[in-house]
Nanobody, 121 residues
């Protein structure tokens, strides 16, 4: 079992930046693909970005590409989502996920509890 804990969410003004972290104590983290999803108020959960275990491959939702950057530090068992030029429509609960297969869908095996990001206009 891989327990994931997100942090770094909060309130930020439009145009600002936040860096989300996703940490685990499980040393197998480095063997899993990981991803970030978000759920905006009143909407279904949607894919944000994903990164392979060895960091060689990344996927992004087109609308967030260029503003968001996914990364990971396997030595620290931690993944990151750097979010720049934030917009009010980026307000959501952000979830990290890990799994055996790199995917843009929700087919990940392990999920965090989520962290709230609120962008004010």
């Amino acid at each position: 079992q891989v327990q994931l804990v997100e942090s770094g969410g909060g309130l930020v003004q439009a145009g600002g930046s936040l860096r989300l972290s996703c940490a685990t104590s499980n040393r197998a983290f480095g063997s899993y693909a990981m991803a970030w999803f978000r759920q905006c108020p009143g909407k279904e959960r949607e894919f944000v970005a994903a990164i392979s275990a060895d960091t060689s491959t990344t996927y992004y939702t087109e609308s967030m590409k260029g503003r968001f950057t996914i990364s990971r530090d396997n030595a620290k068992n931690t993944g990151y989502l750097q979010m720049n030029s934030l917009k009010p429509e980026d307000t959501a609960v952000y979830y990290c996920a890990a799994g055996y297969v790199l995917s843009r869908t929700s087919r990940y095996n392990f999920w965090g509890q989520g962290t709230q990001v609120t962008v004010s206009s």
